[in-house]
């Protein structure tokens, strides 16, 4: 489930409601800070926006998800939670298709 930044993959799992892996590769920012920053952002969007998306995981199922960011430039932050916001909405929509 790709957006312009960022590919979600995602697998149901029996356990917890989800668990979320972020993967900013090397190859899009050379120095560990610009990463670490990347990753800072998701994880606050993500945190700010799960509930909507944990609340329609199966009784009984695990959500894994893997985020992958896959441009070169730096986001504010709104704009990184907008796209979250908006990718987990997907992901709900796919979870309520099953």
């Known amino acids: 489930m790709p ?4 590919n979600a993959n995602l697998h149901l799992h029996e356990n917890a ?5 972020l993967s900013v590769p ?18 606050e969007a993500y945190r700010c926006n799960k509930q909507q998306l944990i609340s329609q995981v199966p009784q009984g199922q695990m959500l894994l998800m893997a ?15 907008q796209r979250v916001a908006s990718l987990l909405q997907r992901v709900g929509k796919w979870l309520n298709a099953l």
């Open 26 to 43: 090397k190859r899009r920012f050379k120095h560990a800070v610009d990463r670490n920053r990347v990753k800072r952002q998701l994880r």
């Open 17 to 21: 409601k989800a668990q979320l892996l």
């Open 3 to 6: 957006t312009e930044n960022l």
């Open 67 to 81: 985020f992958v960011w896959m441009s070169a430039e730096h986001l504010p932050s709104p704009q990184i939670e």
